[in-house]
C-alpha cells in the first residue's frame, strides 16, 4: 500500500491554525509577546558580550 505524501505547512500556516489569523487580537498579542521576548534576548546577549551587568546597563542608559 503506497502511503499518500505528508503534506508540509508554512510557520505563517501553523500559527493561523493554532493562535488565529493575522489581525486578530490573539494573533496580535502572539506577536507583541514574541517580539517582546526576541528583543529581551538580544539584549541580554549585547550585555553579556560587553560584560556588563545589568546595573550597569541600566546607568548607561539612564535607567
Given at each position: 500500500?503506497?502511503?499518500?505524501?505528508?503534506?508540509?505547512?508554512?510557520?505563517?500556516?501553523?500559527?493561523?491554525?493554532?493562535?488565529?489569523?493575522?489581525?486578530?487580537?490573539?494573533?496580535?498579542?502572539?506577536?507583541?509577546?514574541?517580539s517582546?521576548?526576541?528583543l529581551?534576548?538580544?539584549?541580554?546577549?549585547?550585555?553579556?558580550?560587553?560584560?556588563?551587568?545589568?546595573?550597569?546597563?541600566?546607568?548607561l542608559?539612564?535607567?
Amino acid at each position: 500500500m503506497k502511503k499518500a505524501p505528508m503534506k508540509i505547512y508554512t510557520l505563517d500556516e501553523m500559527i493561523d491554525k493554532h493562535v488565529g489569523e493575522r489581525g486578530t487580537p490573539r494573533r496580535e498579542a502572539f506577536a507583541h509577546r514574541l517580539s517582546m521576548d526576541l528583543l529581551g534576548r538580544a539584549i541580554r546577549t549585547l550585555r553579556k558580550d560587553r560584560n556588563l551587568t545589568q546595573e550597569q546597563l541600566g546607568e548607561l542608559v539612564g535607567v
